[in-house]
């Protein structure tokens, strides 16, 4: 921009006061501007500085005036900023350059310098006025992007696969030495013509559409084509690319592999192909199977209802021998002890065993079923227990979900039953109940479940003997026991059962505890 000033050297009088009055106007104004300002003549001399230069370099304006201001200019700096500078003078053209200048305090600091032509009213050149920025920060923050941009280059060219960068537009503009490696395509070639002619023409307008579809969005892309190997074979390649986004959330680049998958793909559609074959054999193998589960429930139901006659037998018997327990021997007394409590035991196996075969055939219907009306009535049962032994049972508010009512009450009388047997001998037993739904983030709580529905994380713990967490697994196999039957009596069923009704209900449970740190069950079941 041209900037015309009225010539000082020119003598008249009767527009002597108005200068003067600019020229004031112009060092005021200058002096209190944020920015380093400077003037110089047409000779090329610096006439002026204003305040923030002199605060900037901590010296004074006869230190800095004609050429002293030269002195402060990084040694490395002053040859090419002195040629920039001359050049414009002599071609009289605006300029803009960067050098480094010493700070007050001794150090350099990166200064943007910029300066405009200035003449009289007359045409006449007076010479340069400019202004000078620092721009330290901006300085070392491009050259930690360059230094970044090189280590990333680096990176990428190491890496064994192909990587690439395009713009937010999907315009390629990068690819790594892999890419080069693999194809053959000199490093000459613009970068969009070259990657069109590895893609198998039968792909082209697929990998069109699949980028086109994720360039409208702002995912990660995914998808797989086939690219050309410099020995002219087609391979399948696994094109993967990712948004990179500024603080407002807009998309600034993209960035990408591909990885050759050629042998992997052709591999699974082998064994795709083998499988198919395989087909009807396997559904009828599962056939099979269904009936023989079916068959072998059966014949645990039926068995375990046969073997409740002779029991019942044995129980009466025994009662009636009671009637004689004074006229019995002390090691007949003995043996009639064994045989209650042998009877006893083989009670609770059949009536644990029966219900482990009802879990087992999912006939019963599933219902809106309020756990908080299931928690209350099963602790209605564990009243006297709970009081003998000064339990505190709490628990939060549970959801609703559809489930089959008497499932979910096995379900918590095991879970319950057992945090009160297994409590501590010198401690109050503590257990408390609580619920919360599983959050999308928490996918390692899913494996396993079907994805697409809601699920609630119920919660038994208890403050109880606890046990090693490498059985944590085991505890929940049919008659497997950690514990002494006679200190702790149980068939080793309850939380088989407990497993059954889980997965019956499209969830699962899992526990987690210490030795001497209590346990806790998680049980994780789908809200509908």
Known sequence: MKQIFVNPDKKNKTRSKPLKEGEAWFRNMANNAPVMMWVANADKQRVFFNTTWLKFTGRTIEQELNDGWMENIYEEDRENFLKIYNLCFDERIAFRTEYRLRHRSGEYRWILSMGNPSYASDESFLGFIGTATEITQEVQARSLIKESEERFRQMADAMPHIVWMATAEGKLNYFNQGFYNYTGQPQDEEINEASRKIVHPDDMERAKLIWMHYLKGDRQMEGEVRFKRKDGEYRWHLVRGVPLKNKDGDIKMWVGTCTDIHDHKTLNEELEKRVEERTHDLQEINREMERSNSELQQFAYVASHDLQEPLRKIITFADRLQAFKDNVPDKGKLYLDKIVASSQRMTKLIDDLLNFSRISRTGSKFVQTNLNEILEKVLTDFEVIATLKNATITYQNLPVINAIPVQMEQLFHNLVANALKFAKKD??????????????????????????????????????????????????????????????????????????????????????????????????????
């Not at 599983?438 to 079907?450: P, S, Y």
């Not at 944590?472 to 002494?484: G, S, V």
């Not at 497993?499 to 899992?510: C, E, M, Q």
């Open 427 to 528: 401690v109050l037993p503590v257990i408390t109940i609580t619920a919360r739904r599983v959050t999308a983030g928490e996918e390692e709580k899913l494996n396993g479940l079907d994805r697409e529905r809601h699920y609630v994380e119920i919660v038994v713990r208890d403050n109880g003997i606890g046990f090693s967490n490498e059985f944590a697994e085991q505890i929940f196999i049919i008659f497997q026991r950690l514990n002494d039957r006679h200190t702790y009596p149980g068939t080793g069923i309850g939380l088989a059962v407990c497993r059954k009704i889980s997965t019956n209900h499209g969830g699962k449970i899992y526990a987690v505890s210490k030795e001497d740190e209590g346990a806790a069950f998680y049980i994780i079941l789908p809200i509908v």
